[in-house]
């Protein structure tokens, strides 16, 4: 590459081109010396020369001419922010003067575009450039392009140039927040959020020089919690300096962001941060250190939550579990006197010959009630256990058909009973399902007692089949069905389907939790599907195979047939005297003994209870000294208010259908039965149901269990007032209105 001087080839003494136009640039060429430059005057340029230059200073882009061996600069207005404060003593010098510092890169780029006569091109490349007073790193996109004079020689250079520090900087503390929420999401407590926190600032340079992270305590003390690329030395600084974004002081050039506490103006945490010496540290620097502070304080507050919430469980799981011991604890201490409260009854029940004529029925009831009493005992334990683990299978090969059918068959006589039909569809399954046959009974015995009380109309269909890796035994009813919103929570304890129809509404609310846990233990599944008011299917797949022993495992095969039997009969009495609802039962027996009981002739009494022993024991009770209607259906015994007009309701507070309350307000509500007194007895005997029950409308409310002589006496003064109360209405009718009813209970 020769030296362009001033000759006289290719020269022109005309216009130059470049006598208007190019802006500031432009004005600075036209006023520059070039005489006393390699360049000579400008109006002796060459015309290769002058055409560059007219392109470069008319272009909008960054733009460079290097002309001739010393590569003698001219650019554009468009070039001067890259330049800093070398503009303007920048034009007309050599290339090496401009950049010495980046001159050893750039020196074999443009020897190679004038060696070879091939332009190059360079995209976000780094340079350190010293355009003020300290080196900074800067990213440029730019090429060098040959310009050749007449004869074909490369004379000089043309540089198209962009800067792209922003552009580069953005997109790498971009990618450094990305790694640093990486890391902080996958954190769950505390150490681990500083640990990431400390892993993701490591990562972060050169945009984070150093870094440290001290933890503040309410006091406001601060504490060393981890750094990078420098020690702790700032401890006793950070508190005061937490209190706002603000630096350290003169010895660094780090700043402290305080990491916000959730719910309180306190920082949890300082975050101290020092930028890179090599860029300014502007608006945007600054926007990226609080954008790590906010993630930092995410995950701090993330971890404390995380921790509360632990903490909160295990109080909660402790409670479960003392709650289950408890239970437990409990369950095992009743065993014991409803034992000794069974075996001497069952002892009179055998010997009932020798009874009194009136102790038969009494003996019975007890016997019914305390194997009913020691059931939900045994249930109430075997769920216990089962929640603290200690339930524990004894599976052995069984013909599962077998015993379905075996189980299945102790309900036949509940289901006629309920005028119900009962079909078993259990063929023998090509090999043995190794299951707890206690287990199993209690499973398929609450599954099948849930769909007899459900199940007013149609059948009950047991199903058993064979599928290739499991045995799938399916309880079918016709029944009231399950609100689609309930079926979620159909296998969590206590639960109940509120407002659904029912033959009782007795139980613990934990059957189908049981089965759903023991079938769990089988490593089987449950699953329920239903459409409301017309039917309900209950699946339950057990695994084929041989299964693990557990402790406790017994060598003898179990016997079945005692819970069955049990939950059978009892479902059997939820329909009895049903056939006698409506019909008046006056009792032809002796009154109890005592004078005081107030014995108005001819009150009829009306019995609202779904549980059949209960019923029966108010009707002998009551039916010593008035008529008794009988009825275990709220909506029924509405229906016989109407038409028989009794003297006094007798109602229980839980019933399917329409309960205590409910009966009590359509009572209220039919201006015919407004008067007629009623009394709510319930097994609630907390003050709130108490005054629920008054402020219903309710006449008196007595809480089982209650003596015969309280009873009778509430029922006699209840039945007495009304009697009054119809007799003042006689008697002052005729003076004016007077209310039928006083709208709460009236006192004597």
């Given amino acids: 590459m020769r030296e362009s001087g001033p000759v006289s080839t290719g020269t022109s003494s005309g216009p130059s081109g470049l006598d208007t136009g190019g802006g500031e640039c432009g004005a600075l060429v036209r006023a520059h010396d070039w005489g006393r430059s390699p360049l000579g005057p400008i109006e002796h340029w060459p015309v290769p020369l002058r055409t560059a230059a007219q392109v470069c200073l008319e272009s909008r882009y960054g733009m460079c001419v290097f002309w001739g061996a010393n590569f003698v600069a001219l650019y554009n207005d468009a070039y001067v922010p890259m330049l800093g404060a070398k503009h303007p003593a920048a034009l007309g010098m050599r290339l090496q003067d401009i950049w010495p510092e980046i001159w050893e890169l750039l020196a074999p780029m443009l020897e190679g575009v004038v060696r070879t006569g091939e332009p190059t091109w360079h995209e976000d490349q780094p340079l350190r450039l010293e355009r003020g007073d300290a080196i900074e790193e800067a990213y440029f996109t730019y090429s060098f392009s040959p310009i050749r004079d007449e004869s074909g020689a490369v004379a000089g250079i043309f540089t198209a140039v962009h800067e792209t520090t922003a552009q580069v900087l953005g997109t790498r503390r ?221 599976f052995e090969p069984t013909d599962l058909s077998a015993l379905t059918v075996e189980i299945a068959s102790m309900f036949r006589s509940a289901a006629e009973r309920a005028g119900l039909a009962l079909r078993i569809d259990a063929p023998r399954l090509p090999q043995p399902v190794w299951v707890d046959r206690q287990m199993w009974e209690k499973i398929l015995s609450n599954l099948l007692a849930n769909a007899l009380k459900y199940t007013f109309a149609g059948s009950i269909e047991v199903t058993v089949r064979a599928l290739p890796q499991h045995a799938q035994v399916e309880i079918h009813d016709t029944g009231v069905g399950v609100p689609a919103d309930e079926l979620a929570h159909l296998f969590k304890r206590f639960h109940r389907v509120r407002g659904t129809r029912a033959r009782t509404q007795e139980g613990a609310g934990i059957g189908l939790a049981l089965a759903h846990e023991l079938v769990s233990r089988h490593q089987g599944r449950i699953h329920v599907r239903s459409v409301e008011g017309q039917a309900t299917t209950f699946t339950v797949w057990l695994p084929l195979g041989p299964r693990p022993e557990q402790p406790g495992g017994a060598a003898v095969p179990a016997q079945v047939g005692g819970v069955a039997a049990a939950m059978a009969d009892e479902a ?103 008067a007629t007194p009623i009394v709510l007895v319930t097994a609630r005997a907390d003050e709130k149901t108490a005054v629920d029950g008054l402020l219903t409308g309710a006449d008196d409310y007595i809480v089982k269990p209650f003596s015969a002589r309280e009873l009778l006496a509430r029922v006699g003064a209840q039945i007495e007032l009304a009697r009054l109360r119809r007799q003042i209405v006689e008697w002052v009718g005729a003076a004016g209105d007077v209310p039928a009813r006083h709208p709460g209970p009236c006192p004597p």
């Fill in 174 to 394: 971009l990618q450094s927040l990305a790694r640093i929420g990486e890391l902080l999401a996958a954190t769950r407590t505390e150490i681990e959020a500083i640990t990431a926190t400390i892993d993701g600032l490591a990562g972060a340079e050169p945009d984070v020089a150093l870094a440290a992270l001290y933890l503040l305590d309410e006091g406001g003390a601060a504490r060393f919690a981890g750094a990078c690329h420098t020690e702790d030395r700032w401890a006793e600084h950070v508190a005061a300096a937490a209190e706002g974004e603000r630096g350290l002081g003169a010895s660094t050039s780090a700043v402290v962001l305080p990491v916000a506490r959730p719910g309180s103006g306190a920082p949890a945490a300082a975050l101290v941060l020092a930028p890179s010496p090599l860029h300014p540290f502007d608006a945007a620097y600054r926007e990226f250190f609080r954008l790590i502070a906010r993630q930092v304080s995410g995950a701090l507050s993330n971890a404390a939550g995380l921790a509360a919430a632990e903490r909160r469980a295990d109080e909660l799981a402790a409670l479960d579990r003392a709650k289950t011991e408890f239970f437990s604890n409990v369950s095992h201490e009743f065993r014991t006197p409803l034992t000794l409260m069974l075996a001497p009854l069952q002892e009179l029940q055998a010997r009932e010959q020798e009874l009194p004529e009136e102790l038969p029925a009494d003996v019975g009831l007890a016997v019914r009630n305390a194997r009913r009493l020691l059931r939900l005992v045994g249930t109430l334990l075997d769920f216990s256990q089962a929640e603290a683990g200690r339930l524990h299978a004894r």
């Fill in 572 to 674: 059997a009495r939820w329909d009895t005297d049903q056939e006698r609802t409506g019909v008046a039962m006056a009792l032809d027996v002796e009154p109890v003994s005592d004078r005081r009981l107030i014995r108005t002739v001819g009150a009829r009494v009306l019995v609202v209870d779904d549980n059949a022993d209960m019923r029966d024991y108010l009707v002998r009770l009551l039916g010593q000294n008035w008529p008794v209607t009988p009825t275990g259906d709220g909506r029924e015994a509405l229906r016989l208010a109407r038409r028989t007009r009794p003297e006094l309701i007798l109602a229980d507070v839980m019933m399917p259908g329409l309960d205590g309350f409910a009966l009590v307000r359509a009572i209220r509500a039919d201006p015919g039965l407004a």
